[in-house]
């Protein structure tokens, strides 16, 4: 079993940056496809990005200012932020797929963190 653990979320200005994390527990996820989504309350859950063995998948949110990399000796994954628009205030989720499996709906994950909260100010 993975347990994923996100942080860095917080407060920041309209076009600033922020850099989340997400540490990987349980066993290694190097192999694993790994991905950020992000939800506010009453909508539903929203794919971001992923990194897999083939390469990493961009949704239009991400393309031009959001970045996915991994730190496979720190087990962690990260989601730079640049850019940020008030519209990105959210929570925003890590997600971990089981080796082999990859896509861009909550239901292709296995493994979820708690969330972390991002919010942008005007």
């Known amino acids: 079993q993975v347990q994923l653990v996100e942080s860095g979320g917080g407060l920041v200005q309209a076009g600033g940056s922020l850099k989340l994390s997400c540490a990987a527990s349980?066993?290694?996820?190097?192999?694993?496809?790994m991905a950020w989504f992000r939800q506010t309350p009453g909508k539903e859950r929203e794919f971001i990005i992923r990194?897999?063995?083939?390469?990493?998948y961009y949704s239009e949110t991400a393309k031009g200012r959001f970045t996915i990399s991994r730190d496979n000796a720190k087990n962690t994954v990260y989601l730079q932020m640049n850019s940020l628009k008030p519209e990105d205030t959210t929570v925003y989720y890590c997600?971990?797929?089981?080796?082999?499996?990859?896509?861009?709906?909550?239901?292709?994950?296995?493994?979820w963190g708690q969330g972390t909260q991002v919010t942008v100010s005007s």
């Open positions: 990194s897999s063995s083939i390469g990493t």
């Open positions: 349980g066993r290694t996820v190097s192999r694993n496809t």
């Open positions: 997600a971990g797929g089981k080796v082999g499996r990859s896509g861009t709906r909550p239901l292709d994950y296995d493994y």
